[in-house]
């Protein structure tokens, strides 16, 4: 109790403090970047860190006359540690945006300190469908797992697909995506015949995918989150489970950009349903995934990364509307209402902030590993236009 009511305090001071003259003088505009840099969920980090540095390369660190400074911290993605960041980033750096989260339980974490001190909560990676309602403050530019789950429920059953096992993540957007895949196949005349679910920290997929040989479906869905799908795929392929006759479907955090080319071969063919690849082909996704590499020493840019381009793009274009009428740095109230309702086309197509969910709509994309230019691809091959979060609209 008494906690709480110091940090009510703290918060309540530091944003006074904020308004005050003093601070006005100060026009730097921070954005506190809180990210698992180390840890399981590493390969977020990075990617994210690496295309909001993309970003501000590209569109320089002044916006309005603002100076923007992008301050990251690593969580290591213990929602705790979040917390503790996201608190210390508001009262001691006066940040003007919290972004980043590359877990659910560390955007949800954050949102009590978002709605407390009106700082605008830019979720970039996680992607549990409730995240935005943990806080008014919350925006994303990542994804939802029923947006990309229902894609794949529709596609199954057409191609001679009837009978699935589904193995999830048991946290948020594993059972979001079990949830949402499982209603679909079912209102499609398809079947989820057992649901299976795999701890999120340091998970044993064996024991699992044996219960799948087993069971002998035509095919495993799978929702592992990013960083987690190369050991999936190879137990899957450990286990001779594709020559048994069971295909692997999944979402794209399975087949991740960042370590699908390692995967092997043995993924050729596994089709998945997502909102990014770094194969879709477009300009403006060719000129980034292009840039990100350059600067990045060929790195190719994964969804994740994409989420933290957006997620810049957002905040700056944000900034741009509020920012240039001199004196004080805008409040987090007028950041928000300039984020909300912006449109614009990302590397993964056309996306749009929905002013009222403050979630983002996007395209999602029917894909298949292939192999272009000697490397491992998901090539898109169909797209379904203008996705909101199926979670939304119920
Ligand atoms: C999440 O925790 O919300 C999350 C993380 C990684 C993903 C998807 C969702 O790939």
Redesign the pocket.
């Known amino acids: 109790m008494q906690k709480r009511s110091f940090l009510h305090a703290a918060l309540a001071a530091g944003v006074v403090f904020a308004g005050s003259a003093a601070m006005a003088q100060d026009s730097t505009f921070r954005i506190g970047l809180i990210l698992p840099m180390t840890g399981q969920?590493a390969s977020?980090g990075r990617q994210i860190e690496a295309a909001a540095k993309l970003y501000m390369a590209q569109n320089g660190d002044t916006v309005a006359g603002r100076k923007v400074q992008l301050i990251v911290k690593d969580d290591t993605s213990l929602p705790d540690v979040t917390r503790r960041l996201a608190q210390e980033l508001v009262v001691n750096d006066k940040v003007n945006v919290l972004a980043g989260?590359?877990?659910?339980?560390?955007?949800t974490a954050t949102a009590p300190i978002a709605t407390q001190s009106k700082t605008p909560e830019v979720v970039m990676?996680?992607?549990?469908s409730s995240?935005t309602e943990a806080s008014p403050y919350i925006v994303r530019t990542?994804?939802t797992?029923p947006q990309v789950s229902v894609a794949l429920a529709d596609w199954a059953p057409k191609n001679g697909i009837k009978t699935v096992v589904t193995l999830v993540?048991d946290?948020?957007?594993g059972i979001d995506a079990e949830k949402y895949f499982k209603e679909r196949l079912q209102f499609n005349g398809g079947q989820v015949t057992e649901a299976l679910r795999v701890p999120?920290r340091n998970p044993d997929f064996a024991p699992f995918l044996q219960k799948v040989r087993d069971a002998r479906p035509d095919a495993l869905f799978v929702?592992?989150?990013?960083?987690a799908g190369a050991a999936v795929m190879k137990q899957f392929l450990e286990r001779g489970m594709d020559k048994a006759g069971i295909r692997l479907i999944a979402?794209g955090?399975v087949t991740?950009d960042d370590q699908l080319n390692d995967m092997g071969d043995g993924a050729l063919g596994v089709v998945t349903s997502h909102h990014y690849s770094a194969a879709h082909p477009s300009a403006a996704n060719r000129k980034f995934v292009e840039a990100f590499g350059k600067a990045n020493k060929g790195m190719r840019p994964n969804?994740?990364a994409v989420g933290g381009y957006d997620g810049m793009r957002v905040i700056y274009e944000a900034l741009k509307k509020t920012g240039g009428k001199g004196g004080a740095n805008p409040s987090g109230d007028a950041l928000l209402a300039a984020m909300k309702g912006q449109i614009f086309e990302s590397p993964r197509g056309p996306v749009f902030i929905d002013a009222q969910t403050r979630d983002i709509v996007q395209n999602v994309y029917l894909r298949k590993v292939e192999k272009k230019d000697g490397e491992l691809y998901n090539v898109e091959f169909d797209v379904i236009k203008d996705v909101k979060d199926p979670g939304k609209t119920k």
Do not use: C, E, N, W
């Open positions: 969920q977020t989260f590359g877990i659910t339980p560390s955007a990676a996680a992607a549990t995240i990542s994804f797992l993540s946290y948020g957007p999120l929702f592992v989150p990013s960083g979402t955090d991740d969804f994740m």
